[in-house]
């Protein structure tokens, strides 16, 4: 059976990933404050893999760069 391409491991730069999917960031509106939450470790924790690839969240770099409300800054 040939193995599934998303399913084998690929050398990203110096990362040694064991598969190839890849969690995209997100904002998941639970920054309140401009603070990720207790909530944040959670959510990504239940979605981390060993040898995978995950960006975590996406940021606003200004007071004025949040697209909508409880977004994660900087």
């Given at each position: ?14 990362f040694d990933l064991s ?5 995209a960031p997100m904002t ?47």
């Amino acid at each position: 059976m040939e193995p599934i391409p998303l399913m084998t491991p690929y050398k990203m730069g110096r990362f040694d990933l064991s598969h190839r999917i890849v969690l995209a960031p997100m904002t998941r509106s639970r920054s309140y404050g401009f603070m990720p939450q207790p909530e944040a470790v959670l959510y990504y924790s239940q979605r981390a893999s060993e040898g995978g690839f995950l960006i975590s969240e996406a940021t606003g770099v200004s007071n004025t760069a949040h697209g909508y409300k409880d977004s994660s800054g900087i």
